[in-house]
């Protein structure tokens, strides 16, 4: 088994329980009359699985050794994109109530565009408005998911 599957899989595992132990903070429900837990708790359970499969397959293959284990598609499995996006992903979490999905997905999406795919900031500023003005427009007012309004209100 390759350092990084095991790695990979642990991860997955551990976001699956946080997944699975957040959803009980709101109702579950039932598949019939699903709560606002239900889909978390199904997707954790979803991710659990497959990450115990990838975990137990990884495990009782005998794979010969793979040269080069620290480096996937030829870069660093600790590459400093990588990173970005996970400490992308913890900001939008902890930001997303206080300044609310505008700003938040704003600040997330110019952060990745910049620091990520290194794009010019005409193009980081641009790009991070539409796409953060589209996902508003999507989840508000196509499928009605009330979002954190923030401290600005919007």
Known sequence: MREDDRACSLILLGIALASCIGSFQYEVGTFNNPGPGLFPLVLGVVLGVLSLIILAGGIVAKRA??????????????????????????????????????????????????????QKWLTVIIGALVLALGAYVVFDVFLGVPLPRGVLGI
Do not use: D, H, M
């Not at 598609?73 to 997303?96: P, Q, T």
């Open 65 to 118: 050794p793979v040269q080069g284990s620290t480096t996937a598609c030829g870069r660093s499995i600790l590459s400093k994109e990588a990173f970005y996006v996970v400490l992308a992903l913890i900001g939008f979490g902890f930001l997303l109530v206080p300044l609310g999905f505008i700003v938040t997905t704003f600040a997330v999406f110019a952060a990745l565009l910049r620091f990520v795919t290194n």
